[in-house]
């Protein structure tokens, strides 16, 4: 990389090697468009020289008294080398000193390269770079209908799906597991201790059971409590017998734990059985009272954020969330990579349809060209003078005297046509004002 010091006196970003020797470089094209520019000057040079004969000849001519056709060939010609020569010296000046010689304003191309860099740049970006003509140019292409009409082809939808789950599937591969995972488990850590949970655990309970969502879940749990004490009746005699004072005697233990059994077994039975059991009026209302502390009372309220910071603390929790973020991934790859996944086929089909609504629809088109002209609008207004100093800088780091001859090996021969055509036009301008002279003085 190298840095090079504009006019203006500041410093140019520095300039990539690889485009400061391809300027450098001369090209097989190069040379022969140099070898061209040679066979111009040689022509227009060899013209110059030819009028110079034809004024040396036609003065001879005069002053010997070949008579008055000399005087008008020889004001031709002699006009002819005045123009030859301005254009040489005009020509010849872009590029280098005529003859070697500092003359001010001339070798202009060399001495004032990085200026005409500069000048370049600017006249790029507030001719090109503007608003209104990425606005304009964006707006007669029709981004908006033209991709629609080839997005809605099969074969661009399944080319851009499976870019689409290439990128995924090296974007996941990229990224680490122990990052991603830390963030997620940042970032869910930080949403749960900075809202509050409980107001809202209240109200959707309060609606469950105003629904009577409850419900469900009170007979799954009394008949499996039933199930549960039907099979394992000896255990819960056997509870009861153990909390007996050691002073009972055992038969009046057993009585006492055959007793307990069966009104449980009782109770739970007619729980079960009966929709309108006292104790399932009662946990109604135990639930709608806890929905309505969740909601406004302050010590149950805390409670419930207590628990949750508890809950979220704990490792194993952190451990299933960061577990979670590795299925998913795993998951996210395995559909990204089989072309029959329901992941692809809606992503497929997705685009499809994009695509045949931008194709019709020109709301939709007038919205995904403003986005368009809006994102390049953007860019171009943040960065324009980024943009532009690509050209300021790549020409500042041209080495002068090699960018001069390929300059000239480019537009060289053109430009002697300029000397050709001064000769030219200098001869016929020579001819008509020694005529109009002549006409005149006569």
Known sequence: MEQHARP????????????????NTFSEADLEKQRGVRRMKLTATGLLLLVAVVYVLAKWAHNSGAGPWAGYVAAAAEAGMVGALADWFAVTALFRHPLGLPIPHTAIIPTKKD????????FVGENFLSQDVVRQRLRAVGIGSRLGTWLAEPEHADRVTAELSAALRGALTVLRDSDVQAVVGEAITRRADAQEIAPGIGKMLDKVVADGGHRRVVDLVVARAHDWLVLHDDQVMDAVQGG????TPRFVDKKVGERVYKELLRFVTEMRDMPSHPARGALDRFLTDFASDLQSDTDTRARVERLKGEVLG??????????AWTAVRSMIVSAAEDERSELRLRVRASLLSLGQRMAVDPKVQ???????????????????????????DTVAGWDAEHTTRKIEAHIGRDLQFIRINGTVVGSLAGLLIYTVSRVLGA
């Open 8 to 23: 203006d006196g500041a410093v140019n970003r520095a300039v990539p090697a690889s485009a400061v020797r391809a300027m």
């Open 244 to 247: 007996a004072p050691g002073w």
């Open 314 to 323: 704990r490792g194993e929790v952190q451990d299933l969330i960061a577990s």
């Open 366 to 392: 007038s919205k995904v060209d403003g986005w368009v002209e809006g994102a390049a609008v953007y860019v171009v207004t943040t960065y324009r003078r980024e943009i532009t100093s690509l050209i300021t």
């Open 115 to 122: 200026q005409l860099g500069v000048s370049l740049g600017e």
